[in-house]
């Protein structure tokens, strides 16, 4: 049957809904993508006569059409691009392309969709709408592996948060410090971010900043992969530092309060913990005073610190560990010992009656190590301690500054830890020579990274130079 055919839907023509069809003899053409009946562009027949034009569908005749069973495709338009530029808003974005505010506002109600209020120069957001110039589909790249995608269903909008599969790998670099630290671990490969985090580690037990050139240095970090891609970093697991023939490890575990810490071997914590009593004393006789009129001088002097009474030749205990400073006679303090507590902290007990025996500058100490006993040396009017807590010079009252607050972990799960690090020591050692594994793929020579819980480890070495990096690779992460 040929020819052009008019049908008029609805009863006594109330739906006025005019449908233009042409019916051929031979089979139609594959419809396209976003044509179909109410398509707002014709397709060209390979018969002249048998031209199809559809006009556009209203949404009443839409309604209409599905009221009479008829099946209609959604009408969309290509995709827009906006770039968002500086002092720019969602509803201004959208403005320019014609979307007002019964768009943004229910955009905005969704609760994918927060991402959308804080929108950065240099975004993108793709947008197709209606032919009615209703927001059909959104998509926003939140980061690597993220993208919000906003879809017209009806009426209603629906949002939701794609993700694309990634993949966990801990990535293992080892070498010797030449230079700096940082620049040393960026030679190696190794992302910034690790550098900074190992300086945040280790800033309560070495200055990383003081390293020399030889010193040795390894580190385990995570790095999360998408499509054989590396796009995201981390936590460092383990690392260690060989300087001046002392080794100094950290692995981060769960601590008692179930946040994740790091520890050394023996699980005691990397993060210090500061005592406010050094000394078992018997009152406060001084308190911390800016503006105190000292006793001995009868003059308005600051008082940095706290004074506490307690009877001559009583232990003195370092406040935290550290490393010794000055020890010996200052002015006003008599005799004094001040310690270096790291991160910028630093400690002073002064009016010693004696100083602990072997205490020189430079020596190290641990929390709780006597470094000296009460006594009334320097400008004091009677036997007591006075004690200072600095940081970066500044100091703080002793009894109300913000302090480090690191616990050990609990002897119960000593024996547990320490276990699960053994293969990280391993790993952390130097080693002879050195690897690389940065890619998903599997190398032609058919080389392993270092297998261990019964992961599928793969290597793959980088145009065949040795740069200090080891791979373990787990098992996919799949967030739908």
Known sequence: MQGNRM???????ALSLSLCVSVASAAPPAAQPGVGLGSARSSAMTDNDHEMRIEPLQDNQMQAAAALGLTTTPQITPWEQITIHRGDTLSGA????????????????LQDTRALRHLRPGDTLNIRKTPTGQLAELRYKLDSVRTLTVNRDGDRLQAAIAHVPTQTREITASGTVQGSLAHSLADKGVPSRVADDMARIY????????LHKGDQFSVIYQATYANGE???IGPVVAASITSDHKIYRAF??????????????????????????????TRISSPFNLHRMNPVTHHIRPHKGVDMAAPIGAPIHAAADGVVKYSGWMHGYGRLVELKNMDGYSTRYAHMHRIQSGLHVGEHVTKGQVIGYVGESGEATGPHLHFEIRRYGVAHNPLTIKLPNGRNLPKTRLAAYKRRIQPLIARLSPAPTTLLAKTASTPANGSACLGRNGFRNTLSEGNGSDNGILCLVRSPSVRA
């Open 7 to 13: 049908l008029r839907a609805g009863a006594a023509s």
């Open 94 to 109: 959208l403005a320019r392309i014609g979307l007002g505010s019964s768009t943004w506002r229910p955009l905005l109600s």
């Open 203 to 210: 800033r309560y037990r070495h200055d990383l900043r003081q």
């Open 230 to 232: 590396e796009v995201g």
């Open 252 to 281: 981060r575990a769960k601590g008692a309060d179930g946040k994740y810490a790091y520890f050394d071997g023996a699980g005691h914590s990397f993060k210090p913990a500061f005592t406010r009593k050094p000394v078992a004393y």
